[in-house]
């Protein structure tokens, strides 16, 4: 029998009883996230012979979430795209991710979320209709991730470091983004996008209204603060 949980505390009985008993495996996991997901997919690839810059290695793991089931397949993608193979190791950059659209809506949704963190509530507007708007779960997701990156730079200053690593675009993206969310703003946005998703997931919803809502309300939010 396989048991799978969330994050159990020290004082779980469960865990305990895990702990205690020598007929059961326990075993915690992470999800890769930063430099371990880029390092991780640099590594799937060279088995490939697909050699990754970093710009391209950040994308792919951030486009599939740091699951490597999903970076195993889009990595194969690539290395069909680039004729590589362990005996004949290829190049690649972000602008060969983008070519296939590897895991990625070759927007990402990029420009969605730089309108909702810059502020720009028309242009966020203009991006969540018609035939090209964004998947809100992925965009949710995407936002999510956004505000963490954001709060990364606001923990660096803090400690007297630069943040390093990431696509080129987006670290001009965050590093502007840093001068008009707080850590406080960034941590409601996070828990914003996270409650929508569920919110979105239950049955007898408003569905894609919430996330529309609640993107509109965010990019409000940065627009004040401008």
């Given at each position: ?166 696509n080129p675009r987006e670290r001009d993206a ?14 409601t946005g996070h828990a914003r996008a996270m ?32």
């Amino acid at each position: 029998m396989v048991v799978i949980s969330g994050q159990l505390r020290p004082t779980s009985a469960l865990l305990k009883l895990a702990l205690a008993d020598a007929r059961i495996l326990s075993y915690a996991s992470w999800k890769p996230e930063g430099q371990k997901a880029d390092t991780i997919a640099r590594q799937i690839g060279q088995a490939m012979g697909v050699r990754l810059s970093p710009e391209a290695a950040h994308m792919i793991a951030d486009a599939t979430n740091g699951d490597r089931g999903l970076m195993q397949r889009e990595l194969e993608k690539l290395a069909l795209y680039a004729d590589a193979a362990p005996d004949r190791p290829r190049p690649i950059e972000q602008v060969d991710v983008e070519a296939i659209g590897a895991a990625i809506d070759v927007r990402e949704p990029w420009t969605l979320v730089d309108a909702l963190f810059d502020g720009h509530t028309a242009d966020l507007a203009a991006e969540l209709v018609g035939e090209g708007a964004a998947e809100p779960i992925p965009t949710l997701r995407a936002i999510g991730r956004r505000a963490l990156a954001v709060a990364r730079i606001h923990a660096a200053k803090r400690g007297g470091t630069a943040p390093r690593g990431g696509n080129p675009r987006e670290r001009d993206a965050i590093e502007r983004q840093a001068r008009i969310w707080s850590p406080a703003a960034l941590a409601t946005g996070h828990a914003r996008a996270m409650e929508t998703e569920a919110a979105i997931k239950r049955p007898g919803t408003a569905g894609d209204v919430l996330s529309s809502q609640a993107m509109v309300g965010l990019a409000r939010a940065a627009e004040r603060r401008r």
